[in-house]
């Protein structure tokens, strides 16, 4: 199976502020990674897919990029709103399709 | 725009079949473009995928779960099931249906709302 190692586990930020995600592939998926924000007691959204493109409707703070096995979520001015988790996850040709441990993202 | 609606019993004892259904409005599950996922939550191990049906029929299980998982599909009711035999504490988790955006199956653009299933005697 594909590892998908997510960093930071945790992360406190100020409104306004830049925040960045990174997750790492265990082995080279290509483009195909996305990026979900799941709020508590809700489901995964999805924002980014591709690896760089933004899902219709999401707000075009959020953005993705990177290609192989290295790849980036950034959010440029952080809102009150996107305080959630945050999960990246491969779906390379070959399945399982995996996702990073998580990142938790509260107001400093 | 597609919804999808998990449903099934919220408790489950050890040993037995968990069963989940999950109805779709507003979209086919039979137009031959997207693939229909099972994914669960639980805190221990973070997302979990558990297997896909096609809209054709066709079917992929993680390895991990395989010799417990089946999907299945009823087109005509706008359904696909999850069942998941021989369960123990270990699969409790919020359980949810997803469907693909078109391209590739792993790629998740719609969601159920979830449905917690607890594994307890």
């Known amino acids: 199976d594909i590892q998908m190692t997510q960093s930071p586990s945790s992360l406190s930020a100020s409104v306004g502020d830049r925040v960045t995600i990174t997750c790492q592939a265990s082995q080279d998926i290509s483009k195909y990674l996305s990026w979900y924000q799941q709020k508590p007691g809700k489901a995964p959204k999805l924002l980014i897919y591709d690896a760089i493109n933004l899902e219709t409707g999401v707000p075009s703070r959020f953005s993705g990029s990177g290609l192989g096995t290295h790849f980036t979520f950034t959010i440029s001015s952080l809102q009150p709103e996107d305080i959630a988790t945050y999960y990246c996850q491969h779906y390379d040709n070959l399945p399982p399709y995996t996702f990073g441990q998580g990142t938790k993202l509260d107001i400093k | 725009q597609v919804q999808l609606q998990e449903s099934g019993p919220g408790l489950v004892k050890p040993s037995q079949t968990l069963s989940l259904t999950c109805t779709v409005s507003g979209g086919s599950i039979s137009s031959g473009a997207y693939y229909w996922s099972w994914i669960r939550q639980n805190p221990g191990k973070g997302l979990e995928w558990i297997g896909y049906?096609?809209?054709?029929?066709?079917?992929y299980y993680n390895p991990s779960l395989e010799s417990r998982v089946t999907i299945s599909q009823d087109t005509s009711k706008k359904q696909f099931s999850l069942r998941l035999s021989s369960v123990t504490v270990a699969d409790t988790a919020v359980y949810y249906c997803a469907r693909s955006a078109s391209g590739p199956p792993g790629n998740f653009q719609h969601w159920g709302q979830g449905t917690l299933v607890t594994v307890s005697s």
């Open positions: 049906i096609s809209d054709s029929g066709s079917t």
